[in-house]
């Protein structure tokens, strides 16, 4: 990418995903347009002059449907008022749109109306549009009861409340927030994304599944990405309350016996060894679920979610087994803070692929 990448709605929960991928992936840091911003159409046009890629991902989702309908309206018309003002226009527009556009509801409408704007705007400034329809979306840190059943299912389970279903038979068409976000940076295509279709109901007992096995902290069996995906969102609303998990110890004459990894999915599990003061990490994934388990030593695990600040810290030892699992979109390393030799006993559910290797460098500070 040689120009800028502009993104409106980037403090919400796609536009934090989006920022993630696009870090991830080396673009530069996107100019993140606010509210003030586009009630202003001279300084937004100034945001969007000469950029690369403007990805407009602000709009109403929710609340009362007047509300809703000229919430989007707007938004829309002070992004095409920007555009025809730009001295240099954006090579291209996209569009967090709906497969919901055009249904009938308030929601629905504006977006479809907010989508013909836009279009118009783009054509006129000679700026390429993507109208990128998407479908139910979930993913890491979705607001309950506002972003999505998944997150709503996520949050209760974690609290140990009892799941509101209310029509277990109705279908979802669910995309995680990563994958529509790398439609929005046009560095995918809709074939190449999993999508899951799950009635409620399905949903329900797939998370139930989930909560069941990871309660002793065993790894469900993961069947494919889409469930990888599901399951990184459900332990999102878990961590940090319930970190470090605290495995079974079982001893006898001979000695003592830690299950580290209870899998149903295969996976790769290996070891190392540091120095004192040397730290193993500062890294992130985006879909990889990995363990950590001291087994020698004295460490400190650091986290901290990616374009956040604070840091959590676990102190672990071998001398009292504990289990961390790394968050995905959370930077992460293990410091040996003791005066000896740190062994740590590492676990991921994929065979580590060098062309692929979901690990994107992130130091996570002091």
Known sequence: MTGPLVVTGGGGFLGWHLRVLARALGFPPPVLVTRADLADHRRLAGLLDAAELVVHVAGVNRGDPAVVSAGNLDLARALSAALAACTTPPKAVSFANSVQAGNGTPYGDSKAAAAALLADAARDAGSAFH?????????????????SVVATFCRQ????????????????????????????????????IPVGRRTVGQLAGTLHRFADRYRTGEIPDLRDRFEVRLFNTYRSHLFPANTPLRPARHADARGELVE?????????????????????????????????????????????????????????SGREPAIVDMPTMWAHSITNVGDGELVTLFWSNDIFDPDRPDTYREVVGP
């Open 131 to 147: 109208d990128v329809r998407l479908p139910n979306l979930f993913g890491e840190h979705g607001r309950p009861f506002y972003n």
């Open 157 to 192: 389970l974690a609290d140990g409340a009892a799941l509101s279903i209310v029509d277990p038979d109705r279908e979802l068409v669910l995309a995680h927030a990563t994958d529509a976000a790398a439609l929005l940076l046009d560095t995918t295509t809709v074939d190449d």
């Open 260 to 316: 580290a990894v209870r899998a149903h999915t295969a996976g790769q599990a290996f070891y190392s060894s540091t120095r004192p003061g040397a730290t193993r990490g500062d890294h992130f994934h985006l879909a990889k679920v990995e363990r950590f388990l001291v087994l020698r030593g004295e460490g400190e695990i650091r986290l901290r979610r990616v374009l956040h600040d604070d840091v959590v810290r676990f102190r672990v």
